[in-house]
């Protein structure tokens, strides 16, 4: 297993370099290199490594999720917040709709199948957007309107809604029909159910986000139960991950969502601390990028290419646009 964490580090930020130099991103490169070492091609990564890829995913996506928090901009996301609301629902339903139809005439699916694939690929990754935006923020490009903040809302709200799709439409494909909702002598069925999912979901994460926050600046500003920045950054990556692991055992809330409004509620409630914290975690995700694309690469399965590559790209293609 040690061998293999450093081919991982190693072998990723290298690559990771070239692809940067030759003007690709260089998560790219990274990818890549987890094809390489994985078990489709080098068999280099150890099966504890492999089995624990899930863990280190969740891991490095909670680290972006907390950066993005911590750029937010309050004044700003004032400014354009119905935009955000527009960003978090219009894009994610109209491509998982488009993608839907496309793979009814392309895969011969039936429209609930198409619109579980839509929601699969309607999903934007955070370690890509945030990275993306923060730099936009650091080059000072769209701040003005508020442009990055908006679009970090709004790709964390969009996949809070994909899920509850995704979650929908697998119980209703897998069992013949999802579980509804009984309250006194009023039934509601799981489609009239998921209004009120999603906004639970927001509400909650939004609630949860702000409570850890307000715990993390009373041990970490107030009570002084840390000496330094790396323990102030190890603190609240505890809670953050605690957040996304408690949301996996009760989803009742959005975990990646409350992680984010941690971040941004830690600006709000002491922006001292906030700062300190944007550059523990600068340094955690350094680390946590590699890991997460390298391990990307090594789950992709080349097998299943052969017949679908490029009818897959051409399903892509059609929600993308």
């Known amino acids: 297993m040690l061998e293999s964490i450093l081919w991982m580090l190693l072998m ?3 690559v990771g370099q070239i692809a940067r130099r030759l ?21 280099v990564l150890s099966p504890g490594v492999l089995a624990a890829a ?8 909670m680290v972006i999720l907390m950066k993005a928090g911590l750029g937010l901009d309050r004044e700003k996301l004032a400014q354009q917040g119905s935009v955000a609301l527009r960003l978090g629902f219009l894009p994610a339903a109209c491509e998982a709709i488009a993608i839907a139809v496309a793979a009814m005439a392309l895969f011969q699916f039936d429209f609930a199948t198409g619109l579980l694939l839509g929601c699969v690929l309607g999903a934007e990754s955070p370690a890509v957007i945030v990275p993306a935006m923060l730099r936009l923020k650091s080059l000072g490009w769209g701040v003005k309107k508020g442009i990055p903040d908006a679009i970090l809302t709004g790709s964390a709200l969009s996949d809070v809604l994909l899920l509850l799709g995704f979650s929908l439409l697998l119980a209703v494909l897998s069992q013949g029909s999802a579980t509804g909702l009984t309250l006194g002598g009023l039934t509601l069925s799981p489609v009239q159910l998921l209004p009120l999912q ?8 939004v609630l949860l986000g702000w409570l850890t926050a307000w715990l993390l600046v009373s041990l970490l500003a107030r009570q002084n139960w840390t000496q330094n920045a790396v323990q102030d950054a190890l603190v609240a990556a505890g ?15 959005s975990g990646y969502l409350a992680v984010m409004v941690t971040g941004f509620f830690l600006i709000e409630l002491d922006a001292p601390l906030a700062r300190r914290l ?10 946590a990028q590699i890991i997460l694309f390298v391990l990307l690469g090594a789950s992709i399965d080349l097998s299943v290419l052969g017949d679908t590559l490029l009818v897959g790209l ?3 293609a059609i929600g993308t646009l």
């Open 278 to 287: 944007r550059g523990g975690f600068d340094g955690l995700w350094t680390i």
């Open 198 to 205: 999603i906004i639970a979901q927001i509400t909650l994460g």
């Open 12 to 14: 990723g930020f290298f």
């Open 54 to 61: 899930d863990g280190l995913r969740t891991m490095a996506v």
């Open 314 to 316: 051409l399903v892509l």
């Open 239 to 253: 809670f953050a991950l605690l957040l996304v692991v408690l949301a996996e055992d009760f989803p009742i809330f």
């Open 23 to 43: 003007k690709v991103p260089a998560l790219v490169g990274m990818v890549l290199v987890g094809i390489v070492l994985g078990p489709q091609v080098g068999h």
